[in-house]
Antibody, heavy 114, light 106 residues
Framework: QVQLKESGPGLVQPSQTLSLTCTVS????????VSWVRQPPGKGLEWMGV???????AYNSLLKSRLSISRDTSKSQVFLKMNSLQTEDTATYYC????????WGQGTLVTVSS | EIVLTQSPTTMAASPGEKVTITCRAS?????MHWFQQKSGTSPKPWIY???KLASGVPDRFSGSGSGTSYSLTISSMEAEDAATYYC?????????FGGGTKLELK
């Protein structure tokens, strides 16, 4: 069955770089696009970006200058890197399949704090 | 970017009451999609392609709309329906979500 699981550090210091991994199973990254979505505590959902089956990417314009999404198809992993983190980047980060958003990971909470 | 505006932001409904949540888009979209989220869990697909219920969704839920105006309706509120509902447009990039509607049981 299709599964996604996010992993990464729970705590990041301000101005540092966030690195997250989404490990997928039950499908190939050449068959489904994968998006990253985040949700600050008590707030709504924000789409961050996508990596398409062909390996190209698209980003939320508000995050584009700080965000990079890549993948390793052999390891079934999608990577998110975002630099210059601030406290407002504190959120639960999800990966999800595109285009349907039918499958989501459990999410990983990232806290930006010194 | 297509902005989605949900209303109301919060609401409370009694068991058996009819509930309607609306989602308005700043530009026309082909379909609207809805997700249910309960505290501490990932969003769940709830309604896709405007009116199709995701697997396991009770048939008291329905979706409708076109163009820039869409809605999610619960014909008869039940306790398990208390949650936050989000609309999503995937007609274009960037994908955008509505701000959410928190539905509580009265």
């Amino acid at each position: 069955q299709v599964q996604l699981k996010e992993s990464g550090p729970g705590l990041v210091q301000p101005s540092q770089t966030l690195s997250l991994t989404c490990t997928v199973s039950g499908f190939s990254l050449t068959s489904y696009h994968v998006s990253w979505v985040r949700q600050p505590p008590g707030k709504g959902l924000e789409w961050m970006g996508v990596i398409w089956t062909g390996g190209s990417t698209a980003y939320n314009s508000l995050l584009k200058s700080r965000l990079s999404i890549s993948r390793d198809t052999s390891k079934s992993q999608v990577f998110l890197k975002m630099n210059s983190l601030q406290t407002e980047d504190t959120a639960t980060y999800y990966c999800a399949t595109e285009p349907s958003f039918a499958y989501w990971g459990q999410g990983t909470l990232v806290t930006v704090s010194s | 970017e297509i902005v989605l505006t949900q209303s109301p932001t919060t609401m409370a409904a009694s068991p058996g009451e009819k509930v309607t949540i609306t989602c308005r888009a700043s530009s026309s979209v082909s379909y609207m999609h809805w997700f249910q989220q309960k505290s501490g869990t990932s969003p769940k697909p709830w309604i896709y392609d405007t009116s199709k219920l995701a697997s396991g969704v009770p048939d008291r839920f329905s979706g409708s709309g076109s163009g820039t105006s869409y809605s999610l309706t619960i014909s008869s509120m039940e306790a398990e329906d208390a949650a936050t509902y989000y609309c999503l447009q995937r007609s274009s990039y960037p994908r955008t979500f509505g701000g959410g509607t928190k539905l509580e049981l009265k």
